[in-house]
């Protein structure tokens, strides 16, 4: 790692919504980074940024071509990720795109063009690669430890469905919800997915059915060798954020479960009860967020190449895609392979 005590990183931010504040507030407790600027139409949500970071509130034209920030946060709605990437890249700063990359293939494509043409670097909002538990899992697999991968099992489900205006701009659940499985799919199969079978209801809020979109929904993924994972998501989960991963390979199996808050466990005549899961996203991937900004402070300043990368947020891209085809068609979709992936 860069050490970037002495002459702290400066970053902006696009967007201080739910994500943004988590970032602000990742980028306040990291030694070594400063949040100069904030850009939020919402006058309250970059208030929030500014009271917790000490930041400016700027219009995003002069977030941008501020000489002295270097990297810029985009986590304003997915439909505007691309179109930002680009004007970040033109303005020359160093980029962390929110994921999905965008809702349409073809734009993101060209926004990770860009960025290669201007030579900045592009991180990609995947924060589980960097969930200690997530990683761990990654470093089993490496060393050997179960042998070959057969199959992954991913549960993902949110505590409650966000906004319905969230909902009507955010691509559909797979491109906005699952595709944090179906990276961390890539990250533990190891090997580009060929082919997506998927299937989904709106079984939480009919107003979701209405927009358009599903709220339950089952993916099965085959690698390009045959192994497969199989993703289930809910928008609705009444117990807390729900979030486990189980790997099984040729010689054994790994898991990671959902941290709690402590290990204690009571036991009375209804049965016993242990703490409660995380609320949601920004407490459980806390140390996530975190380890991920540090990452993106290390590549602003030329310390390691940016991972996740572009390419990594096309890949995933490109099997939301799939699975959205899959649904709709009811068949099995080969996955378009994009420039350079997986
Ligand atoms: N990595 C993760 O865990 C994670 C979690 C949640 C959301 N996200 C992603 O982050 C993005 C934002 O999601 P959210 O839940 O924070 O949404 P949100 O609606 O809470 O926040 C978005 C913010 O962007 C602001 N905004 C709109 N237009 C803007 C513009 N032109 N310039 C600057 N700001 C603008 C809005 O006013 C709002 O405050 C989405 O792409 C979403 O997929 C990622």
Avoid: W
């Avoid at 904030?38 to 501020?66: F, I, K, S, Y």
């Amino acid at each position: 790692m860069t050490d970037v005590t002495a002459d702290p990183v400066r970053l902006g931010l696009l967007g201080a919504g739910r994500i943004g504040q988590t970032h602000a507030r990742s980028i306040a407790a990291t030694e070594g980074a400063r949040l100069v600027a904030v850009a939020d139409p919402v006058e309250a949500a970059a208030a929030a940024v500014v009271r917790m970071t000490g930041a400016h509130a700027v219009a995003a034209e002069e977030l941008l071509n501020d000489p002295a920030i270097e990297g810029v946060l985009i986590a304003t709605p997915t439909d505007l990720h691309a179109d930002l990437v680009e004007r970040a890249a033109d303005a020359g700063k160093a980029i962390f795109c929110e994921k999905p990359l965008d809702l349409d293939l073809s734009r993101a494509q060209q926004g990770v063009a860009a960025a290669a043409r201007r030579g900045v670097p592009l991180m990609i909002g995947f924060n589980r690669r960097f969930d200690p538990s997530f990683r761990r899992l990654r470093e089993e697999i490496d060393a050997g430890r179960i042998g070959g991968v057969e199959l992954v099992q991913i549960t993902s489900r949110d505590p409650a469905p966000p906004p319905l205006a969230y909902i009507q701009r955010s691509g559909g659940l797979f491109r906005d919800m699952m595709i944090h499985d179906l990276d961390m799919a890539r990250f533990l199969v190891g090997e580009p997915i060929v082919e997506v079978s998927a299937t989904g209801s709106a079984l939480v809020d009919e107003a979701i059915g209405d927009a358009g979109d599903i709220d339950t929904a089952v993916a099965v993924l085959r690698s390009s060798s045959g192994r497969l994972c199989v993703i289930s998501n809910s928008r609705r989960a009444v117990y807390g954020y729900d979030q486990r991963i189980e790997v099984h390979g040729s010689a054994g199996m790994l898991s990671a479960g959902n941290p709690v808050a402590t290990t204690v466990t009571r036991a009375d005549n209804s049965g016993f009860a242990t703490d409660p899961l995380n609320d949601f996203f920004m407490e459980r991937y806390a140390d996530a967020y975190r380890l991920e900004m540090a990452a993106f402070c290390t590549v602003v300043r030329g310390g390691n190449v940016p991972y996740p990368n572009g390419r990594d947020g096309l890949a995933a891209l490109a099997i939301a895609d799939a699975a959205s085809e899959s649904l709709a068609t009811g068949h099995t979709v080969a996955v378009r392979r994009v420039d350079g992936t997986p």
